[in-house]
């Protein structure tokens, strides 16, 4: 089948007008308009927390972009406000993620999508709605479900030529592909000497979502942090969920994107011209002062609730978006360190072996003599995400715990 798809491939870049195979320079780029029109109406979040209902809408055809480099979002607290009268063009997230994912197709016929109803159905949270019917089934590839089989089939593509984008119907589906994820995926670059590379991203739905129930409530972080040889990073807007995707597709390294499933309908005006992210950096969300907030995917927006708290209480934090899960920033983490000299962690993860426990361990080794209190970690509980909304609330922080833990370590 890898070969299938490497022959797919060829034929496809017999086709294309243009291609640089630099990684991070694009020579032609053909922006073409997204349809976004859609019967009845959709319910929106918007970055500021202000609920909408829109109609359907269409996106304008944009012409000749232009790369930003070094496109690392820099937000103060004042940034979520509405940004119509900005330029740009606004998308849900997963409309982000999908343009993203276009642009990249568009630009390199090697890339290819890989998963369970990722073709004409659009995938489970319709990313790749569309894609089928201008790129073709064989490069949106339908699959079984079969997770094993269609991710060990995805990394042979690669090592054979090929970029596939593997969509993980569910985050938590896809430890039925661990081995493959773990002993191929992460080590295949290694054990080969060199040989092959494994430029594969997988990406998918995961975190706690509205009673979802425990199976469907997963956060995999801590099952992939310790596998030699692969990134993982972790969206929490429109802006930098296209950013990441296409510098996870132009990554030599195998990525694992996760992306929550309760920001999806979140909106945002993202710039008409080409950028990406660094799959490396951390985002400053808003400067401060008196303690580094830690942070990362949904519970971004629980900190940023909670600032608004703290910053009527007399407090000033600065909040922190890590992003970059696998390896993490920590020469943005620790500048902030050295200015503040207290750090909160929050994150949806389990605290045990979770992100936040090796961010903690991290920061005690390289910051250790800045610290004027205990790193403090504020986690999900280690139990299986009840079904009954009021219990799943329970198990994961709320902003009045991150008030409360703040208090604390400044007093």
């Known amino acids: 089948m890898a070969t299938l798809l490497q022959g797919i491939g060829a034929a496809a870049a017999l086709s294309s007008t243009s291609l640089d195979s630099k990684r991070f320079e694009v020579s032609s780029l053909k922006s073409l308009p997204i349809q976004t029109a859609r019967k009845g109406r959709v319910f929106v979040v918007r970055s500021d927390s202000r609920d909408i209902t829109l109609g359907s809408s269409n996106n304008k055809a944009r012409s000749s972009p232009k790369l930003v480099a070094n ?3 820099t937000k103060n ?3 979520t406000a509405s940004t119509t009268s900005k330029p740009g063009h606004e998308l849900l997230l997963f409309e982000a993620l999908r343009e993203g994912l276009e642009e990249e197709m568009d630009r390199d016929p090697t890339v290819c999508v890989v998963g369970e109803d990722v073709g004409h159905y659009g995938g489970s949270y319709k990313v790749t709605k569309g894609l089928a019917t201008k790129f073709g089934d064989l490069r949106v590839l339908d699959t079984p479900i079969a997770e094993n089989s269609f991710t060990g089939m995805a990394i042979g593509a690669a090592m054979t030529g090929l970029r596939p984008v593997i969509e993980g119907m569910n985050m938590g589906f896809l430890l039925l592909a661990f081995n493959q994820i773990s002993n191929n995926c992460g080590m295949l670059h290694y054990t080969s000497g060199g040989q092959f590379k494994i430029p594969v991203v997988i990406r998918g739905p995961g975190g706690v979502g509205r009673q979802l129930g425990a199976e469907h409530s997963q956060r995999l972080e801590s099952y992939f942090q310790s596998i030699p040889g692969i990134q993982m990073v972790a969206c929490s807007t429109p802006y930098n969920a296209k950013g990441l995707m296409k ?6 390294n195998p990525v ?9 309908n979140l909106k945002e005006r993202i710039p008409d011209e080409e950028y990406i992210c660094s799959l490396e950096e951390a ?4 400067p401060g002062e008196h303690i580094t907030i830690l942070t990362y995917s949904r519970m971004r927006y629980h900190v940023m609730q909670a600032a608004k708290t703290l910053v009527n209480k007399g407090y000033d934090p600065e909040v922190i978006d890590i992003r970059s899960l696998k390896p993490f920033d920590l020469h943005t983490i620790g500048n902030s360190i050295k200015k503040t000299h207290r750090v909160l962690i929050v994150e949806e993860c389990m605290r045990t072996g979770g992100i936040g426990a090796s961010l903690t361990a991290a920061i005690n080794e390289n910051f250790h003599d800045y610290l004027d209190a205990p790193v403090i970690c504020l986690s999900s509980q280690d139990v299986p995400t009840p079904y009954a909304g009021t219990l799943e609330e329970f198990t994961i922080v709320q902003p009045a ?7 604390k370590l400044c007093q």
Request: hydrophobic fraction near 60%.
């Open 401 to 407: 715990q991150i008030v409360a833990a703040v208090e």
């Open 283 to 286: 985002e400053m969300v808003r």
């Open 77 to 79: 607290e004042g940034s």
């Open 256 to 264: 694992i994107l996760f992306e929550h499933v309760l920001l999806y």
């Open 247 to 252: 510098a996870a597709i132009r990554s030599e």
């Open 71 to 73: 496109a690392v979002a």
